[in-house]
């Protein structure tokens, strides 16, 4: 069973850094693309941020580039986002998803999610 | 970037009700779309991939149509479990963007 786990969300300050985690099982991992997708409270589905299956290729959306950084250590099946400058809109629950190839494809497995806060 | 407009915002329909959800792209994605189901709290399901092509596992009475910049989710005769929030996602560019969604509710 395919199965993705977000941690390391919590409190904290504008401007601090926070780093995210998913933990995947389920499926070979090292041959999927992987995203981080957020959902500020109330509102809809915004992407975040992609890393190819090798971590060769990393993408961003305008909102957190130079900010946040996507990265994925496959040896021990985690994917990672580190979150710096954080923002009072970066407040939301992030979401990991895979895709079979970080081109033209769609997400077919999400986690659960796991909650930023951003406040003073 | 491109951008997806969802209409209508909120549905409201009752059991049996046929459903149409229109998803719109700023510019043409070919068929690179995708349609999914988020229930409060729970993270998105994927229902619809390739605009028309249905997930395994999800049933029949969705279906999904178009190509180039109109889209539709069809829902045939809508059930209990299917009051949700309906998300369409563009995956033609590496900005990948969704729809800002429709919320299905009971009439």
């Known amino acids: 069973e395919v199965q993705l786990v977000e941690s390391g969300g919590g409190l904290v300050q504008p401007g601090g850094s926070l780093r995210l985690s998913c933990a995947a099982s389920g499926f070979t991992f090292s041959s999927y693309a992987m995203h981080w997708v957020r959902q500020a409270p109330g509102k809809g589905l915004e992407y975040v941020s992609a890393?190819?299956?090798?971590?060769?290729?990393?993408y961003y959306a305008n909102s957190v580039k130079g900010r946040f950084t996507i990265s994925r250590d496959n040896s021990k099946n985690t994917l990672y986002l580190q979150m710096g400058s954080l923002r009072a809109e970066d407040m939301a629950v992030y979401y990991c998803?895979?895709?079979?190839?970080?081109?033209?494809?769609?997400?077919?497995?999400w986690g659960q999610g796991t909650l930023v806060t951003v406040s003073s | 970037d491109i951008q997806m407009t969802q209409s209508p915002s909120t549905l409201s329909a009752s059991v049996g009700d046929r459903v149409t959800i229109t998803c719109r792209a700023s510019?043409?994605?070919?068929?690179?779309l995708a349609w999914y189901q988020q229930k409060p709290g729970k993270a998105p399901k994927l229902l619809i991939y390739?605009?028309?092509s249905l997930e395994s596992g999800v049933p029949s009475r969705f279906s999904g149509s178009g190509s180039g910049t109109e889209f539709t989710l069809t829902i045939s005769s809508l059930q209990p479990d299917d009051f949700a929030t309906y998300y369409c996602?563009?995956?033609?560019?590496?900005?990948?963007?969704f729809g800002q969604g429709t919320k299905v509710e009971i009439k």
């Open positions: 998803a895979r895709s079979t190839t970080v081109v033209k494809d769609y997400f077919d497995y």
């Open positions: 510019q043409s994605i070919s068929s690179w």
């Open positions: 890393i190819s299956s090798n971590g060769g290729s990393t």
């Open positions: 390739k605009a028309s």
């Open positions: 996602q563009q995956y033609n560019s590496y900005q990948w963007t």
